[in-house]
């Protein structure tokens, strides 16, 4: 079954460190894989994407991930968090055979201390 | 980027009775948006995918006839909740993709929050 897992419900970094939100997918072929981020009560908004091409991705906000193939990983990183960061994030895939559905990862939430 | 409107933002209503969500694409076009179902601490439930001019195609398990579904142009499509009972509130989220390009992200609504009493 086509699934993404985002092993940790919460992350906590104080603030100015570097951080990491993992995310790992079972699906066939080279999918598209996309980061998007919620603040209470609102929709999603997109952070990045990765379609082809270079492994590191940047994005919205300071964020970049890295596509790693072999360990079907997708890991959202940022250099150094903001107290605002601090949000729910999903890690998302869309097959190749259906270019419109997108299974999501069951959130992470972050939070930056002070 | 491209901008999905939802409408309301919130919403309460009596147990009975009928509500419409509507979302719609601002600067873009779509011919397929989805609506998600979302519960507390939870991640995204596809409930259904909407086609212009064409039946929506619902997930296995969503009521077809309680979740109406209606995508009358490539810029609106609208979910109506019909007979909502309290189980039925819930965060409902719908998203959008432009038509034609290749490898674009989806864009989501702000989303609405139902509540039924």
């Known amino acids: 079954a086509q699934s993404v897992a985002q092993p940790e419900d919460q992350v906590n970094v104080a603030e100015g460190n570097p951080l990491t939100v993992k995310c790992t997918y079972s699906?066939?072929?080279?999918?598209?894989l996309f980061w998007y981020v919620q603040y209470p009560n609102r929709g999603l908004q997109f952070l990045l994407k990765?379609?082809?091409?270079?492994?590191l991705v940047k994005g919205s906000y300071g964020f970049e991930a890295e596509f790693n193939k072999s360990q079907t990983s997708f890991h959202l990183k940022k250099p150094s968090a903001l107290v605002s960061d601090s949000a729910l994030y999903f890690c998302a895939v869309r097959p190749v055979y259906n270019t419109d559905k997108l299974i999501f990862g069951t959130g992470t939430r972050l939070q930056v201390f002070p | 980027g491209a901008v999905v409107s939802q409408h309301p933002s919130r919403v309460i209503c009596k147990s009975g009775t009928s509500v419409k969500i509507e979302c719609r694409s601002l600067d873009f076009q779509a011919t397929t948006m989805f609506w998600y179902r979302q519960f507390p601490k939870q991640s995204l439930m596809l409930m259904a995918t909407s086609n212009e001019g064409s039946k929506a195609t619902y997930e296995q398990g969503v009521e077809k006839d309680k979740f109406l579904i209606n995508h009358a142009s490539l810029t609106l499509s609208t979910l109506t909740v019909t007979s909502a009972h309290p189980e039925d509130s819930s965060f409902y989220i719908c998203?959008?993709?432009?038509?034609?390009?290749?490898?674009?992200?989806?864009?989501f609504g702000q989303g609405t929050r139902l509540t039924v009493v």
């Open positions: 699906v066939s072929g080279n999918p598209y």
């Open positions: 990765y379609i082809t091409g270079d492994n």
């Open positions: 998203s959008a993709r432009e038509i034609g390009v290749q490898g674009t992200e989806a864009f």
